[in-house]
């Protein structure tokens, strides 16, 4: 019997083994697709322009969409009505920007995709709307900490 017990535990070990190496291939494969995309950012940036527009609303949505928001935490979040955030949302989940990571309690949970990191498109909205982190006004907040200083 315990001849049986150490032959599963083996075969258990060999396949947490297999996992891990499989694992850790994907990681590179993640980080050399990143590199990669890095390499030709100034194009993918071209099609990232195209899908924010002129607009900063979308902008504003796809940063507040952190992983942990519904439609209406952000919308609460970024002072918008419901109405104006639940279809950017789901233009950006069509453009593949964004992604419904979780569902609880009857509400979709949106957040960014793996692409959102490796080609940094937080970073460059931020910058190109001026925003901060969370999709709110950059320049409100330096307002705001200055009054308070």
Not at 22 to 49: G, N, P
Request: charge should be positive; charged fraction near 30%; include cysteine.
């Amino acid at each position: 019997m315990a001849n049986k017990s150490s032959i599963n535990l083996d075969r258990d070990q060999q396949i947490l083994n297999r996992l891990s190496k499989i694992e850790h291939k994907v990681d590179s494969i993640d980080q050399t697709q990143a590199f990669a995309l890095r390499a030709e950012a100034e194009k993918h940036f071209t099609v990232v322009k195209q899908i924010f527009k002129n607009g900063k609303r979308r902008a504003q949505i796809y940063l507040a969409a952190n992983g942990s928001r519904g439609v209406e935490e952000i919308a609460k979040h970024l002072g918008m009505q419901r109405q104006n955030v639940g279809p950017e949302l789901k233009i950006l989940g069509s453009e593949g920007m964004l992604e419904i990571k979780d569902t609880a309690g009857g509400r979709d949970i949106w957040g960014k995709k793996q692409i959102d990191h490796s080609l940094r498109i937080n970073q460059f909205l931020q910058k190109e709307y001026c925003l901060g982190p969370d999709g709110r006004s950059a320049v409100a907040k330096k307002t705001l900490s200055r009054k308070r200083s």
